[in-house]
């Protein structure tokens, strides 16, 4: 019994964990009524039983067991800590519960897993269940089968994981245990029940009387979809929103939701692939060309077992492919083309995508074998192409099909026109755009005429089909000139068919039809998709479509939306033009004569060919006044226009009469219906009259007129051929004129440009010169439209005359085009805005690139050529690929067919001859180019082989394989490459220079993307293997790339997919994630209404309507977002801004998703920061240059890349100055709108600028002039303060403009000068000046000169750096300067000073000659100004500029009232300008602060007191102040008047009043916040760690104790002290600064800190500590590593030796000594070794090993020997090396200890020998040492010389100078200033107080008040408690400082004591 008393007084807890039963048992009871107790789930009392869940499930004891099994599901339910148990507690279960006898024990172990999946944690537990599968007892896995069933049936398959499961189930079926079995078989069940007919392939192998149990089973089941009966936690409101539709009696909603679950398992999914490429017989390829047609029939016959296999691992089928096409395309037996037509069919069906790669080669072949009639054969091409078809798009295959269309076989057109059919039933309305389908339709179209019945049939088969498909509206355009009969014969077919998206298609077709479809792209919105060439997207308002345009314009590559959407595009109207287009049969002359007789007066009609012109003229006046009244309707314009046309037709002789009658031609066809028909009567006329003088512009007149009624794109090609045709060079020049003004007022859609050029050429090579000269002014106008690109077709023609059409093409340049102002509303009435997803655009290949003649190369690429490429010899090869470039280049543009090319490609990129692979990666980029957008057919069998270079281990392959992958990419678009599985294989490959180039180039191409194939989750696994990658570099891009996969997949798909990482791995990667999501961009813009579809070409960037005009651009901005709606409203009311507005970028500027609505300059979190550290880690090359060379520039780009928009950018880096001119343009508008984005890129837009100060051209210069003043405008409205690097990287160059000829600009640049000083310190600015007072340029040394001399009147004295005396006497120099300007500048600039400066000038100036002197007299005779008011003037200034700058410093915004505020601000602004200080001493200063502080009147009798009383007073103390700073290194200029402030608000932190303390943290606080301010910290931070370690050690002995404190207060306070030290300790530099002492006491404080009970029992007291814990692993982190390891060791010694000390106190002393252990492998090299080494000395010689041991715990032993071991390891026997500041080392055991270890380390045989000879050699190094002793004392004097390293300098010399007491050191000393040598002495005493003192101060928890007090008088010991030994605090204001944070704890008033020690 006393046992039992013994536990029952034990905590729950500790019951839980005792080794008696009856303990446990009472425990777990009691446990589980606690548990059933606690309401709260995030209650701290969960997390005490974390670690002890595990013991409840897996307790020994079988009774004991069941009760903490029944715990464990109540925690579980419950805590909110659960989740973390999962891994080992369902482990536990399965392993130690499922094999319990008990069933109850079973039950609650089920329970508990299902419970873990219900709390979101159902893969873990999935996982382990599967575990238990593999174990051996047969009653787990039963359990663990039932546990899955069960979760399956309430969960339901989309929480619980079928695949895995499925994998397992043939091997559970093969079980030797029956109850196993029959598990299996209610699993399947189960899961049957889910996804149905999908299990069945993979059950197909089992035991068939098993598979037909399980049918049996499976026909039972009902069909109704399933359902789930639980939820997740997450789900729990659908729950109960599926009880309350039950109790309503309809679960209809519910049942719908769940059945869509059903299709989404798809069964391949579930199979396992097969790799049957290496099971093809060995002489498959030897027999598969064999004569004999059986051994043929052999090979085939192998490879169609293989290929049954309903899944195929993904492998290189490229020569199986090859061979099977052979057989299908050449082999004359019939039976063995159907053989390989089937296994073709089962490769496509088992690779699905991954066949997509070979379609192209093989799709043609099987095309074309159509010709066999035999059934067999038909029918096993037909399911190989449609098998074929399902691995690939229409898009893909379309030229191929298309190419077959024309062929002359009947079976072959009618079989293709039946697989298109097939192929448009597997297509939706978005997968077959306008630009794919009006290509087939025109095929079809000549296949409904066909004379054989069933081509016909099949076309209407296959156009019926389309119209089920995409709607009526889409494709009725195409069929215009179908008659009735046959348009209702493919209605009839469309009613028949039964499409394979079942009705979803139509309803989307119907959808379109009915109401407009504001911004949808086509093909299924992949945007980058680029052969659709459909590119400009959506068209605003009512645009006019011309007609169905033969081969219209170019729009596609976003030209301007001219003259009504792209092209003929805004397919807006198409109806109501093409159905409205007038056709008119040509009627007879009779007719004619009859109709006009009905409408024109008699007389007029006998008069028309009277021979009197007289008559004549008063018949055509009568025939205009009849037609002016004549109605529409009733008009018959042909028979009138036959009339005009009569004798004499247009051979009048009269000019009066012919202008009359031409004017009638333009009144018909304005008024009435004019058809082509009648247009073709009067056209020859008029193109004949064109030339004529007085008849011209008549004639021009109806032209336009005739172009209006029947579409310019016709009436232009029918008048360019008539002028063409007739030998009249003028009316030849004319036609070109008015075509040229015709466009401007039509627009350019649907023009015929190869025509035009075929013309335009004949014109260019006319002998009149006024013909050329038309052809070039038309050549320009189609620029405008067209783009750079429209040069491609002139470039063979002669330099003259190509230099005059580039002459042309540069006065085009920038110019917009203009606003169609004719062929607008003609017919848009009855349109709607069916189209304007832009498809149509493509009417006639608007892209200029698709109109180039395209070569076929395929005949030249020929088996020798290929088995060139692949030879032995690599200098064959060589020739082979020499070849094929010179075929490329000859040919230039190229068709789609390259024959086996891109199979010896292939082989040829991994080549063993890199320079090889280097020239195929060339020629593939030739390759791009000359093919264009049609290369995406080659993405996958050559695209993807040169992501695979990206790995090769040379720099400059890779270099080549990138931009070759580029250049792929800017033709097809980046959905290519996205799509299946191959881009994530590569990143599969564990190859760190291809995750990191692959990374890289997608972190490029997807934030531009709009929307990605999904197929971009497969590339997720291996993305997050890269970000735990051993590589440096590809875990930075991995982690660069994150956000935008997350831009596009989103958070939740991302954290989804760490489901399957080891569990550390997670955590990091979410921790990633978190990160990411927070940096992840928005995703583009869709383009606005009008802007194309993005797409990659050729065209060069440079055409990009960038002018666009500037409300319209802004409103971009401003709304990205725009309404569609509003957008349409413009419609043809705002024609100007419409047709502007909506330019649509060029194709290439629009690289994959760009448009120009988006905004122009990015923010990137951090971006400009990590830009200056790069700079200063040298990184990137500094901005420094004499005239910038290329390297600079490519640098800018690339920085700008990531936060600059792409088509900004090609304008900003474009060769031509007009572009930098637009871009400067852009720039302007969006300065106001982007105000952030501008701010984060301003160090790129300054470093941009000032490559435009080197452009010759001025409109450049004063463009950027003029920004630059609104710039700087802006900054300083914003109150931003520019960084030393932008004002580094930018004023130099800046300065060199203001020596510029032109006045102009030199006032320009003077004025911006002026406004910098609002955003830059006129002070800092002042050095630059000087700088360009050294110029060569005489005009520049003035402006400079001047430009000082404003400086000095506006700021005073103080802005002359680095000392006025210095600058004057430079600035006086240039009195005897030989130009004059120059000296009378200089001149006035001393004068200047001398006014507000008085005499004292001539002493600053130094020595003059007489000749410069008596000029500067002079002058100042003449000036006849007095030294009066301009001092107070520069005081009156200064606090009004201090303000402007300290309020951008953002310093706490606090209200004027605030004095401390307007304190801080005023530091800050000295801190950043120093002229703003007086020119007193600081001590000085600061008292004369703090009397404003305390009084503010004082502020308006100040200038008094300086201009009067304090120069006088203070001149003697000046004078010792610059001797001091010259010598020392450790006063700093910049610094020395806000030092004085800091160490002010460093006193207030110790404060004994909560607020003032507060207050004090939250200023030091910003500053350390702002990178630019944090360094005037630098040197204060021992002094301000002290000021916090005495508050905290205020707070814990006084402000914890007082009850009337708020403990709210305290909190705050703590939270104030940590967060400063976090910001602190993040600033690695100021952190290293801080001294070993201070470190010591400061670790003190927090480790307390963190022990203190009272704080834990506050509500935020857990929130504190949390952080404290933070702040501590900073502090170990960041400090000097020396430093904090030593201050460790020396706090650890104190707190063994103290009584009072807390064990647990020492043990966190410990764990932060093992961290800093486990950081050693990285720091050593850091760390002084020598010193720690004396640390560990001193500390053993304190605890010699025989006292540790006495020690309760082991540990303290422990972590010492671990020190020494890991330094023992890291340093081998060098570490014996490092004892030097060891006097006595046989105090301690430490080198015995060493060298034991060594001994260990090394091996037995030499280890004696090895020692004796190591010491040996530490005493010849002693030896030798003393013998370099010269060199070695000048190593020291150099590091005291050095601000960073003064204290480590002294105290080695302290060391050596114990070390070698007989050294003189004198020497040293003789050759410097008495400064220093003061400096030293003082420092070497301070040390060796330091040193002496540490034995004496007995250990305690810190120094008490009292001593603080006692330290006073004593200076030495005030430095040793400071810890300030770095020498920067070396005056008096050392003690003063001190004393004031005692007066400060005392509670005394400050200021005064201040003033009296002043």
């Not at 479809?517 to 459909?534: C, N």
Request: glycine share 6%; aromatic share 6%.
């Amino acid at each position: 019994m006393g046992d039992d008393s013994e536990w029952m007084k034990l905590p729950v807890d500790q019951k839980c964990e005792h080794k008696l039963w009856k303990a446990r048992l009472s425990g777990y009871e009691e446990a589980l009524k606690i548990f059933q107790k606690i309401k709260d789930e995030k209650s701290p009392e969960w997390s005490k039983y974390l670690g002890l869940i595990k013991k409840f499930v897996t307790d020994s004891n079988a009774v004991v067991q069941l009760k903490g099994l029944e715990a464990a599901l109540v925690y579980v339910e419950n805590a909110h800590v659960a989740g973390k148990t999962t891994g080992e507690v369902v482990s536990g279960v399965v392993s130690k519960v499922f094999n319990q006898p008990k069933a109850k024990a079973k039950e609650l172990g089920i329970e508990i897993c299902l419970m873990y999946i219900e709390i979101e944690k159902g893969e873990a537990v999935q996982e382990e269940l599967l575990k238990g599968l593999d174990n051996k007892n047969p009653k787990i896995i039963v359990a663990c089968i039932e546990t899955l069933r069960k979760a399956l049936s309430e969960f339901g398959s989309k929480i619980i994981l079928l695949k895995p499961i499925i994998k397992v189930l043939p091997k559970l079926f093969e079980s030797r245990e029956k109850a196993v079995r029959d598990e299996a078989k209610l699993i399947a069940v189960e899961i049957y029940r889910w996804i149905r007919d999908a299990l069945r392939p993979p059950l197909q192998n089992i035991n068939s009387v098993q598979l037909k149990e399980l049918e049996e089973e499976w026909v039972k089941l009902p069909t109704g979809a399933p359902k789930p009966s639980r939820f997740l936690r997450s789900q729990q409101e659908l729950e109960a929103k599926l009880e309350q539709q039950q109790s309503a009696g309809g679960d209809a909603e519910g049942g719908g939701d769940d059945g869509d679950e059903v299709p989404q398992i798809d069964a391949y999914e579930l199979l396992e692939a097969v790799e049957i490429l290496s099971k093809l017989p060995k002489d498959f390829y030897d027999k598969i060309e064999a004569k004999k047609w059986q051994e043929r029939k052999e090979a085939l016959e192998a490879v169609e077992v293989l290929v049954k296999n309903p899944k195929l691992e993904a492998g290189d089928y490229v020569d199986l492919v090859k061979a099977l096409k052979k057989v299908v395309g050449k082999d004359t037996n019939v039976m063995l083309v159907a053989l390989a037509a089937k296994c073709l069919t089962g490769l496509a069906v088992g690779l699905r995508k991954k066949f997509g790669q070979y379609a192209g080669h093989v799709v043609p072949t099987i095309l074309e074998k159509f010709k066999e009639k035999k059934p067999q054969v038909v029918q096993a091409l037909q399911e190989a192409i449609d098998a074929i078809f399902l691995t690939t798009t229409l898009q893909n295959i379309s030229e191929d099909v298309l190419a077959v269309m024309d062929n002359k076989n009947p079976t072959i057109k009618q079989q293709t026109s039946l697989f298109i059919a097939r192929s448009f039933r597997h297509c939706t309305a978005s997968t077959l755009p306008k630009s794919l389908l009006k290509p087939f339709c025109a095929a079809l179209l000549k296949h409904i005429n066909d004379s054989a019945p069933e081509v016909r049939d099949a076309a209407f088969e296959a156009l019926g089909t389309a119209l089920k498909v995409v709607g009526e509206k889409a494709v009725n355009p195409f069929l215009n000139d179908v008659d009735k009969l046959k348009l209702d014969k493919i209605k009839e077919c469309s009613e028949k068919v039964e499409l394979i998206h079942g009705k979803k298609a139509v309803l989307a077709a119907d959808k379109k039809e009915s109401k407009p479809v504001p911004g949808r792209t086509a093909a299924s919105g992949a945007a980058g998709d680029k052969d659709t060439k459909d590119i400009s997207a959506p068209k605003p308002g009512p645009l006019k479509k011309a007609p169905a345009s033969k081969a219209g314009g170019p729009p596609k590559k976003g030209k301007p939306a001219a003259p009504g959407g792209t092209g003929s595009a805004g397919t807006k109207n198409k109806k109501g033009l093409e159905t409205k287009e007038i056709v008119e049969p040509e009627l007879s002359i009779e007719v004619c004569e009859e109709k006009a007789s009905a409408v024109l007066p008699a007389t007029c009609i006998q008069l028309l060919d009277s021979s009197n012109w007289k008559e004549r003229l008063a018949c055509m006046e009568e025939f205009q006044k009849a037609v002016e009244l004549m109605d529409r309707t009733e008009m018959p314009c042909q028979a009138l226009v036959r009339m005009l046309a009569k004798k004499p037709g247009w051979k009048e002789t009269n000019f009066q009469v012919m202008q009359m009658k031409l004017h009638i031609v333009a009144l018909i066809a304005q008024k009435g219906n004019f058809s082509k028909t009648s247009a073709q009567i009067v056209l020859d006329g008029l193109v004949d009259k064109i030339g004529d003088v007085k008849c011209g512009n008549n004639a021009k007149e109806a032209m336009t007129a005739i172009a209006e009624a029947c579409m310019l794109p016709w009436t232009a090609e029918q008048v360019m051929s008539m002028a063409f045709s007739q030998k009249n060079p003028k009316n030849q020049s004319e036609t070109l004129n008015w075509l040229s003004n015709a466009i401007k007022e039509f627009g350019f859609s649907g023009l015929n440009v190869k025509a035009f050029i075929s013309n335009v050429k004949t014109a260019l090579a006319a002998t009149n010169p006024a013909v050329r000269t038309s052809a070039i002014t038309l050549l320009g106008v189609m620029y405008l439209y067209v783009g750079p690109s429209l040069r491609m077709f002139f470039e063979d023609e002669k330099p003259a005359l190509l230099s005059q059409i580039d002459a042309e093409f540069e006065k085009m340049q920038g110019q917009s085009p203009p606003a169609p102002t004719r062929g607008i509303s003609k017919h848009s009435t009855s349109g709607t805005d069916e189209g304007e997803d832009g498809d149509e655009p493509d009417d006639g290949g608007n892209d200029v690139v698709d109109l180039l003649p395209r070569t076929e190369i395929s005949d030249k690429i020929t088996s020798e050529l290929v088995s060139k490429i692949g030879d032995k010899n690599w200098k064959i090869r060589k020739e082979g690929l020499d070849e094929v470039a010179g075929i490329i280049n000859e040919a230039k543009f190229i068709q789609p067919n390259i024959g086996e090319l891109p199979t010896a490609l292939k082989g040829r990129l991994n080549d063993s001859n890199k320079i090889l692979v280097q020239q195929t990666l060339n020629i593939l980029q030739q390759l791009a180019v000359a093919m264009g957008p049609n290369i995406k057919q080659h993405v996958k069998n050559l695209g993807i082989p040169i992501i695979t270079v990206l790995g090769d281990s040379k720099n400059n392959v890779r270099a080549a394989a990138l931009a070759t992958v580029n250049a792929w990419a800017e033709q097809t678009g980046m959905k290519e490459w996205l799509e299946g599985e191959d881009l994530s294989e590569e990143l599969k490959k564990e190859n760190p220079f291809l995750r990191q180039e692959l990374l890289g180039w997608l972190a490029e191409k997807l934030p531009t993307l709009r929307s990605t194939p999904t197929d971009l989750i497969l590339c997720v696994p291996h993305l997050y293997s890269c970000l735990e990658d051993r590589n440096g570099d590809v875990r930075k891009k991995a982690q660069d790339a994150l956000p935008f996969f997350m831009m596009h997949l989103g958070y939740e798909k991302m954290a989804k997919a760490t489901g399957k990482l080891k569990p550390t791995s997670k955590d990091q990667v979410l921790a990633m994630l978190e990160k990411a999501k927070a940096n992840m961009p928005a995703k583009p813009a869709a383009p606005a209404k009008g802007t194309s579809k993005p797409m990659g070409g050729s065209a060069p960037a440079k055409f990009q309507p960038a002018s666009a005009p500037v409300e319209d651009s802004l409103s971009n901005t401003v709304e990205p977002k725009q309404d569609p709606k509003k957008a349409k409203a413009l419609g043809v009311s705002s024609k100007a801004k419409s047709a502007q507005g909506k330019k649509v970028p060029s194709k290439t500027s629009l690289k994959e998703d760009e448009d120009k609505s988006g905004p122009i300059f990015i923010v990137v979190p951090n971006g400009k920061e990590q830009r200056m550290k790069d700079e200063k880690g040298l990184k990137v090359l500094k901005w420094n240059f004499t005239t910038p060379r290329d390297e600079y520039i490519e640098q800018l780009k690339t920085q700008m890349s990531s936060c600059v928009a792409k088509w900004l950018q090609d304008e900003m880096f474009h060769s031509d100055f007009q572009h930098h001119n637009k871009a400067l343009a852009v720039m302007v508008d969006h300065l106001e709108s982007e105000k952030e984005g501008v701010i984060g890129c301003l160090d790129l837009i300054l470093k941009w600028l000032t490559l435009r100060f080197f452009d010759t051209n001025t409109s450049v210069l004063m463009k950027t002039l003029e920004y630059l003043k609104l710039l700087f405008t802006l900054l300083s409205e914003e109150e931003y303060h520019l960084t030393e690097n932008e004002a580094s990287s930018f004023i130099p160059y800046l300065i060199l403009k203001v020596g510029e000829p032109k006045d102009v600009i030199r006032k320009d640049v003077r004025a911006i000068l002026n406004r910098m000083c609002l955003i830059y310190p006129a002070s800092k600015l002042f050095p630059f000046i000087m700088e360009g007072t050294k110029s060569k340029n005489s005009k520049q040394r003035a402006e400079c000169l001047e430009e000082l001399g404003c400086l000095v009147e506006s700021y005073g004295m103080n802005v002359c750096q680095p000392t006025p005396g210095k600058a004057l006497k430079e600035i006086a120099i240039h009195i005897g300067d030989r130009d004059n300007a120059v000296r009378n500048a200089a001149l006035n600039t001393i004068v200047t000073v001398y006014n507000v400066h008085g005499d004292q000038v001539f002493k600053l100036i130094g020595t003059l000659s007489e000749k410069d002197m008596s000029m500067l007299e002079e002058r100042i005779k003449r000036s006849a100004k007095r030294p009066s008011a301009a001092p107070i003037k520069q005081l009156e200034e200064k606090p009004q500029r201090s303000q402007n700058i300290s309020s951008n410093a953002n310093v706490l915004r606090r209200g004027p009232t605030e004095d401390m505020s307007s304190k801080l601000n005023q530091a800050r602004s000295m801190s950043g300008h120093p002229e703003a200080a007086q020119m007193v001493r600081r001590e000085f200063q600061l008292d004369l602060d703090e009397i404003e502080n305390d009084n503010g009147t004082v502020r308006c009798e100040m200038p008094e007191l300086v201009q009067h009383k304090l120069d006088d007073i203070f001149e003697p103390v000046l004078i010792p102040e610059p001797k001091i700073r010259a010598v020392s290194p450790h006063f700093d200029d910049m610094h020395s008047n806000t030092a004085s402030t800091i160490n002010f608000i460093i006193s207030q932190v110790a404060s004994g009043d909560i607020n003032t303390s507060i207050q004090a943290l939250t200023q030091i606080d910003e500053v350390l916040r702002q990178e630019d301010k944090a360094e005037a910290m630098s040197g204060h931070i021992d002094q301000f760690l002290i000021a916090t370690f005495m508050q905290l050690r205020l707070i814990y002995n006084t402000h914890m104790a007082d009850e009337k404190l708020e403990k709210d207060e305290i909190i705050k306070l703590y939270s104030c002290i940590i967060g400063n030290m976090i910001s602190l300790f993040q600033i690695e530099s100021l952190a290293r600064e801080a001294s070993t002492g201070v470190l010591k006491d400061l670790m003190h404080g927090l480790i307390t800190l963190m022990l203190d009970s009272r704080i834990e029992d506050l509500e935020e007291g857990q929130q504190v500590i949390r952080s404290v814990n933070l702040l501590v692993v900073k502090v170990l982190e960041k400090s000097d590593q020396t430093n904090i390891l030593s201050a460790l060791l020396v706090l650890l010694q104190d707190s063994l030796l103290a009584t009072a000390s807390s064990p647990k106190f020492s043990e966190l002393v410990m764990k932060c000594l093992w961290r800093m252990v486990r950081l050693l492998p990285e720091t050593i090299n850091s760390i002084n070794l020598d010193r720690i080494l004396l640390d560990i000395h001193v500390f053993m010689k304190v605890f010699p090993k025989e006292k540790l041991k006495q020690c309760k715990s082991e540990f303290p032993i422990r972590t010492l020997k671990t020190l020494l071991h890991t330094l023992c390891k890291l340093k081998g026997p060098k570490i014996l090396d490092h004892l030097t500041m060891i006097d006595n080392k046989n105090e301690s055991e430490l080198e015995a200890h060493l060298c034991r270890m060594m001994k260990h380390s090394m091996d037995q045989t030499g280890s004696k020998s090895d020692k004796e000879t190591e010491k040996g050699a530490s005493r010849i190094d002693e030896k030798s040492s003393k013998a370099k002793v010269n060199d070695f004392l000048a190593e020291i004097f150099k590091k005291i010389g050095s601000k960073e390293n003064t204290k480590e300098g002294l105290a080695e010399l302290y060391e050596y100078k114990k070390k070698y007491s007989d050294a003189d050191i004198e020497p040293f000393l003789k050759n410097s200033s008495q400064f220093f040598q003061s400096y030293v002495e003082r420092g070497l005493r301070v040390i060796e107080m330091e040193r002496e003192g540490k034995s004496r101060i007995p250990p305690s928890t810190g120094i008490s008040p009292q001593m603080e007090v006692t330290c006073v008088p004593a200076p030495t010991s005030t430095m040793s408690s400071i810890g300030n030994t770095n020498g920067e605090e070396v005056g008096p204001s050392v003690y003063l400082e001190r004393l004031k944070i005692l007066r400060q704890r005392c509670g005394l008033d400050n200021t005064k004591s201040c003033l009296l020690t002043c």
